[in-house]
């Protein structure tokens, strides 16, 4: 019995730490080499918001409570955020930032290899790094770019014509 | 309880402890590595060159090549008299480890002037809310001391992205982007949009700096700046505006002498939209016969990708923007430089693993191009490509992660 409790023990604390997101509930992903690909596959089949932001952009500190508020008023929609400044060492000043936005319970993931050219060609070819920057991907996969700040009736909008695609026989 | 049990209890724990313990050193090691290594824009951690993530060069009359970089959160300077095969020991600029300015457009600046006096300016966040603070330090017994750096403006407000250049008779101009009248616009309820193009000039080598003043209200506030000179006392400046309607495009201002700003002239109508950060500031040179070369990056409904333009008279209007590089390798940071014998430019392109550094020439100053070539490439991350002049020949200035720096002379290439 107690042979058991202490193997589970083990067992239990392995798990626990080798758990993605160990450092606990509210950490950022490292977004890496095939991250891209990654969040693409997890969210098929439903609406997604991907917003990339950085904690010394001034557009994007207005918009992402914004936002927050939009995550709030829309339960159903899935929101992934992803903090694309090459930050060595703030991921406590992002998820801060996410936290008080209201964005804190969101897919939160932060640039997480410094090679950023590279992280970006996989998203878009086309994107040199400007921020904000919004990708809409319906639940067909088709992808709307939102460069800038966003309007958040822009995406109401995309959001509401998702809702009738879906509603659609 | 056996001792067979008490023993396999005894070894349960021992396990369980080393294995944790494996673990966790494990977990460790790779947040180690994951944070140096793999996350930063450096190869390492240490103020040395090696682990610059940014890297300055500027010639000394006498064709001494010095280097200004930031590493380890503090900016250093060394020296080399052998076109940079070997480099002097490295004076710190700064005493501490700073949070310095990380931003993809920010590097520390360096200028030497014909009396051997070296002048630095550098950017750091110095809050939390990232608001900036540009630093000055000089060095007048040829870069063995630096004064403790100060800031070049009063203001508490934020600055970044200075850039500094050497007037010919020998006084510096300094312009940066400055946020000071986001304060009064919230006082008034107004929307401040950007940042402000200020500047500042120093006759003493450094040691001191004029009030700053503004020359532009409502810039762009996230892109490095180019400045050239047009003639002695005739500072320009090129930098991303904003224009009516948020349209982010380019314009070059001519100094009537250093305190006098000149009239906005756009290089050209872009029409690029946005309010955003794209972190991706211009290049200007002005050749012998005194034409402007910039060079640029946009993503306009007009035209998307890196641009050329050239002014023939006096920067009021530009030539027809002429496309760089490849549009399908993601095309960026482009500098230009009007070398003794010719106009050179370079940029970078990523083809999917690798990032190449392409020069392409001009021998008519500006009219025709070479065919570009791939100069230098990496395969991790690297700074942008500069180009520096000795007055002789032409070199690229290039600091990347996985490959150090490099310094190498861009004529007689294979």
Redesign the interface.
């Given at each position: 019995m107690k042979r058991q409790s202490v193997a589970g023990a083990i067992f239990f604390l392995i798990s626990l730490i080798s758990a993605p997101g160990f450092a606990g509930q509210g950490d950022l992903k490292p977004f890496e080499r095939g991250s891209w690909q990654q969040i693409l596959h997890a969210h098929a089949g439903r609406p997604t918001i991907v917003h990339f932001w950085g904690v010394t952009c001034g557009p994007c500190k207005v918009e992402l409570p914004l936002l927050g508020q939009f995550m709030k008023d829309h339960a159903a929609v899935d929101m992934v955020t992803i903090s694309a400044d090459l930050v060595p060492n703030l991921p406590g000043a992002a998820r801060s930032m996410l936290e008080k936005s209201g964005l804190g319970a969101a897919e939160n993931w932060i640039f997480g290899d410094g090679f950023v050219e590279r992280l970006r060609f996989e998203i878009d070819p086309g994107w040199q790094g400007d921020i904000p920057r919004t990708i809409l991907i319906s639940g067909k996969g088709d992808i709307t770019t939102i460069e800038g700040s966003a309007e958040m009736a822009d995406i109401q909008k995309w959001l509401e014509q998702q809702s009738a695609a879906a509603a659609k026989p | 309880?056996s001792h067979i049990?008490k023993r396999?209890?005894f070894m349960?724990?021992k396990?369980?402890l080393a294995?944790?313990t494996a673990?966790?050193c494990q977990?460790a090691a790779y947040a180690q590595m994951?944070?140096h290594q793999?996350?930063?824009?450096?190869a390492c951690d240490e103020p040395t060159l090696r682990c610059a993530s940014k890297v300055t060069p500027a010639f000394a009359s006498d064709g001494t090549l010095w280097l200004a970089w930031q590493a380890g959160g503090q900016v250093s300077v060394a020296s080399s008299k052998d076109g940079g095969q070997t480099l002097s020991t490295p004076v710190a600029v700064t005493k501490e480890r700073l949070n310095l300015d990380?931003?993809?457009d920010a590097r520390p600046k360096i200028v030497v002037d014909r009396e051997g006096r070296i002048a630095v300016a550098f950017s750091i966040?110095r809050d939390?809310a990232?608001n900036g603070q540009v630093l000055y330090s000089r060095s007048f017994d040829g870069g063995k001391e630096f004064a403790e750096p100060k800031p070049i403006t009063g203001s508490n407000e934020s600055q970044r992205f200075e850039a500094m250049a050497l007037d010919q008779d020998g006084s510096l101009f300094v312009a940066w982007l400055d946020k000071r009248n986001r304060v009064p616009a919230k006082e008034e309820g107004r929307k401040y949009e950007g940042a402000a193009l200020f500047f500042a000039s120093s006759k003493d080598g450094g040691e001191t700096y004029s009030e700053a003043r503004m020359a532009r209200d409502n810039t762009c506030?996230?892109c490095r700046l180019g400045i050239a000179f047009a003639g002695p006392g005739r500072p320009a400046v090129v930098f991303r505006n904003i224009f009516e309607g948020s349209i982010r495009d380019h314009a070059v201002m001519t100094f009537t002498d250093p305190s006098t700003p000149g009239e906005i002239r756009r290089v050209s109508v872009d029409d690029w939209?946005?309010?955003?950060?794209?972190?991706?500031g211009p290049s200007l040179s002005i050749s012998a016969a005194g034409t402007y070369h910039v060079t640029w990056?946009t993503?306009g409904k007009a035209r998307?990708g890196l641009f050329y333009a050239r002014s023939k008279d006096g920067g009021v209007t530009f030539s027809d923007p002429v496309a760089i590089g490849r549009a399908?390798?993601?095309p960026?940071r482009p500098y230009v430089i009007a070398g003794p014998h010719e106009l050179a430019m370079v940029w970078?392109e990523?083809d999917?693993?690798k990032?190449a550094v392409n020069l392409m020439t001009s021998q008519d100053d500006g009219v025709n191009w070479s065919a570009p070539k791939a100069i230098a490439s990496t395969s991790?991350?690297s700074d942008h490509p500069l180009l520096v002049t000795d007055g002789r020949r032409t070199y690229l200035s290039w600091m990347t992660?996985a490959d150090g720096y490099r310094f190498q002379p861009i004529e007689n290439e294979p």
């Open positions: - | 309880m049990e396999s209890n349960l724990r396990l369980a294995t944790i673990v966790l977990t994951s944070h793999h996350a930063s824009d450096a990380w931003g993809p966040f939390k990232f506030e996230c939209q946005i309010s955003a950060c794209p972190h991706q990056y993503n998307k399908d390798r993601s960026s970078k990523f999917g693993e990032t991790d991350t992660k």
